[in-house]
C-alpha cells in the first residue's frame, strides 16, 4: 500500500503564492509517476500537473502553465507543488496522486492514477 499526504494549503491573497507537498510512504516512491488535481466544489477532479519518476519530465494543464511548477525529491519522498500568481480561480481542494505502472512517462487522466492523498484546501481571496 501506498500512503500520501498533502500539506501547505491555505488562504492566500490574490498574486501571492504557496507550495504544496506531497508525502509518500508504503513503496519506493521513485518508481512512482507523480501528478497534482484539484476540485472545486461543483466541478470534476481536474489534472493540474504531473511529473516522472526520474523528474526529467513534466506536464502541466493550460490553466498554470508558467504558474506552477511540479518537482520532487525522490530522497525525501516527496512531490511538491509551487504555484505563483495565484488567482481566485486556483481555489480547490488539490489532490497528490501516484501511480506504478513500469513507466516513466507522466500521466495526465484520473483513471491512470491508483493512490490518492486525503487532499489540502487552497483558497485565493480577491
Known amino acids: 500500500q501506498v500512503q500520501l499526504v498533502e500539506s501547505g494549503g491555505g488562504l492566500v491573497q490574490a498574486g501571492g503564492s504557496l507550495r504544496l507537498s506531497c508525502a509518500a510512504s508504503?513503496?519506493?516512491?521513485?518508481?512512482?509517476?507523480s501528478g497534482w488535481f484539484r476540485q472545486a466544489p461543483g466541478t470534476e477532479r481536474e489534472f493540474v500537473a504531473g511529473?516522472?519518476?526520474?523528474?526529467?519530465?513534466?506536464d502541466y494543464a493550460d490553466s498554470v502553465k508558467g504558474r506552477f511548477t511540479i518537482s520532487r525529491d525522490n530522497a525525501k519522498n516527496t512531490v511538491y507543488l509551487q504555484m505563483n500568481s495565484l488567482k481566485p480561480e486556483d481555489t480547490a481542494v488539490y489532490y497528490c496522486?501516484?501511480?506504478?505502472?513500469?513507466?516513466?512517462?507522466?500521466?495526465?487522466?484520473?483513471?491512470?492514477?491508483?493512490?490518492w492523498g486525503q487532499g489540502t484546501q487552497v483558497t485565493v481571496s480577491s
Open positions: 496522486a501516484a501511480r506504478y505502472s513500469g513507466s516513466n512517462k507522466v500521466a495526465v487522466t484520473l483513471r491512470q492514477y491508483r493512490y
Open positions: 508504503g513503496r519506493t516512491f521513485s518508481t512512482s509517476v
Open positions: 511529473i516522472s519518476w526520474s523528474g526529467s519530465t513534466t
